[in-house]
């Protein structure tokens, strides 16, 4: 499975589904946002993964103005920030972490620099040194930007980027940025990454004799 996306040299991930299950968060406050405007919370959460809020919005209620998304996005995302209860990490991810430590990595999400923060310490997951976020971007996933801004960042070239993501949105920011993605959880299977993994226990990162870096598991 890994040999399909061969060797690398930076790692670039996504938190929400991928190292963080914030499910229980987001099903709460998006489960209230959606009935406050009497939409079925079943069609509304899977929509919400891998975009920014006031993208979210724009999708489920295009008629809406633009301003008027980003005002509820701001109300939402304060609440999400507070609220970190059921917040854990996905299975494995600390130890996968653990093992990137001394490797050019970044992460690349959605959230403000203070969800991300909020929710990576509620993990007990480390903030990587590189960290692009809501502020940082123009454009929320599927635009490819955020993935780009990480490789310029890290010195890298997107082709020698390998993606970590579990959205369709983000999965489809990966690979339009020309990376590798490795699709992450149950969510991912069904976007098309280059690869695929259950979960991220026993999955570890190394560098190689030539310096590249390859994935095992195991």
Known sequence: MFQALGSFTAVLLDMD??????????????GRWAVAHG?????????????????????L???RPL???????????AEETSDVEGVV???GAPEFMASLAALPHA?????????ARARMDAAGLPMPRLAVTAESVGASKPDPEGFLKAAAGLGAAPH???VLEDSSAGVRAGLAAGMRVLGVGPRAAAHHPTAHVTTLEGVRVRAGDDGRLVLTAG
Do not use: F, N, Y
Request: aromatic share 2%; with cysteine; net charge negative.
């Open 160 to 162: 020698d980027c390998l």
């Open 107 to 115: 992460l690349v999400t959605s959230a403000d620099r203070g969800l």
């Open 61 to 63: 209620l295009p008629d």
């Open 17 to 30: 589904g991928t190292l963080v299950d914030s499910d229980a968060v987001v099903e709460r406050v998006w």
């Open 39 to 59: 939409l079925d919370p079943a069609e509304v959460l899977p929509v919400v993964h891998g975009r920014q809020g006031h993208a979210t919005m724009a999708h």
């Open 89 to 91: 990490p996905v299975a």
């Open 67 to 77: 301003a008027v998304h980003r005002a509820e996005s701001a109300i939402m995302l």
